[in-house]
């Protein structure tokens, strides 16, 4: 596993990585497909969270994602742009440098990608993508003017992450699981994310009232079991990341919140 594929990602955890394929999956009894939406907003333009990732000891890179407001339309929708930037830094960024660009617009009402746009430089390596999703129709259209039929209401790599926030969690029950569709590297995955309760964490910058998940990926790809890669997302109307850990095949990666400006809601921080 290179550090390099999950700057950016791991603080998303919506990477084809950490999701397992419709047909390599059982479907489980309590998976939650349909999920019901907050009342609150968890998000608004002018949000910015920073995260900083360790590979083991090392400082490994910074993760930046913010929320825009955005004047372009979509057959006539409104959206809202979001934008997220993971580099590398210290000595990872001595032996591989990584400037990963990610970006997307959302519907502001059904909270649906619209557009995705991904720039990605790991140690000269590219990748340019280009989807624009028709969600009235099931389409999204690649770069490469190649179309495909989605599922409906599907969402790309970033817009998952947002979308995720929106979910209502009040209701949850120990091993309850979500599942949102997303198209992934010209296939449609379906991130599957496993709730585990409520804990409090503490963090270099403070602790925190957090809900668990462990997102569902498949054994032998990335990580050895399903409970190797957990999330700790803030127990309040953000539903912000506070804390990422995954064990992987050589060594272990955690991403901890370093700044946040601009939330919506009340933060569950405690002093």
Not at 147 to 168: C, K, N, W
Not at 178 to 183: C, E, H, K, L, Y
Not at 187 to 197: A, C, D, P, S, T
Request: charged share 30%; with cysteine; hydrophobic share 40%.
């Amino acid at each position: 596993m290179r550090i390099q594929k999950t700057l950016l990602i791991l603080v998303i955890f919506c990477s084809s990585a950490f999701m397992a394929k419709t047909s390599l999956v059982l479907q489980l009894d309590n998976e939650k497909v349909d999920q019901k939406k907050s009342k609150v907003s968890p998000f608004k333009p002018g949000e910015k969270l920073q995260y900083v990732l360790h590979y083991g000891l090392l400082n490994a890179g910074i993760a930046e994602l913010e929320v825009k407001n955005s004047k372009r339309k979509f057959n006539r929708r409104s959206a809202l742009n979001m934008v997220g930037k993971g580099w590398t830094t210290g000595a990872t960024d001595w032996f591989f440098t990584v400037d990963d660009h990610y970006e997307t617009f959302m519907d502001t009402e059904r909270m649906e990608s619209l557009l995705f746009i991904r720039r990605v430089n790991e140690g000269g390596f590219l990748i340019n993508q280009d989807y624009y999703f028709e969600q009235d129709s099931n389409k999204v259209m690649t770069q490469n003017n190649i179309e495909y039929h989605v599922p409906e209401g599907v969402q790309d790599m970033l817009s998952t992450f947002y979308y995720a926030r929106t979910i209502d969690y009040s209701d949850a029950k120990v091993n309850d699981v979500f599942v949102i569709p997303a198209f992934v590297d010209d296939k449609v995955e379906y991130l599957r994310i496993k709730y585990k309760g409520k804990e409090r964490i503490k963090v270099r910058n403070g602790q925190y009232d957090c809900l668990k998940f462990n997102p569902i990926v498949l054994e032998g790809r990335v990580f050895k079991d399903d409970d190797d890669l957990t999330v700790w997302i803030s127990d309040d109307d953000n539903k912000i990341p506070i804390l990422i850990k995954s064990k992987i095949l050589v060594g272990s990666i955690k991403a901890e919140l370093s700044e946040y400006h601009g939330l919506a809601n009340p933060l569950a921080k405690k002093k």
